[in-house]
Nanobody, 122 residues
Framework: QVQLVESGGGTVQAGGSLRLSCAASGRTITRYPMGWFRQPPGKERAFVVSISWNGANTYYADSVKGRFTISRDSAKNTVYLQMNSLKPEDTAVYYC???????????????WGQGTQVTVSS
């Protein structure tokens, strides 16, 4: 079992930055790809970014390329999402996810965090 706990959400003005953290417990995540998804109000949850098990490769949704950066600290069993140049359309609940059946890229997460709200005001 893997427990994922997100933190770092909040309210920020457009153009600002936030850093989300996802701390894993119960099982090491160093062998699995990790990622972030988000669910805007009234919409379905969608992929944002993922990072391979060793941190060598990252995959971004087009909407966040050049603004968001994912990283992982294996020693701390934690994944981070640095979000810069935030836009109102980035407003969503952000979920951390793990896919323990893959090595490279998240395909179908089997573990989810509880989510953290990010609100970007214009």
């Amino acid at each position: 079992q893997v427990q994922l706990v997100e933190s770092g959400g909040g309210t920020v003005q457009a153009g600002g930055s936030l850093r989300l953290s996802c701390a894993a417990s119960g099982r090491t995540i160093t062998r699995y790809p990790m990622g972030w998804f988000r669910q805007p109000p009234g919409k379905e949850r969608a992929f944002v970014v993922s990072i391979s098990w060793n941190g060598a490769n990252t995959y971004y949704a087009d909407s966040v390329k050049g603004r968001f950066t994912i990283s992982r600290d294996s020693a701390k069993n934690t994944v981070y999402l640095q979000m810069n140049s935030l836009k109102p359309e980035d407003t969503a609940v952000y979920y951390c996810a793990a896919d323990t059946r893959q090595l490279e890229q998240i395909r179908a997460p089997d573990y989810w965090g509880q989510g953290t709200q990010v609100t970007v005001s214009s």
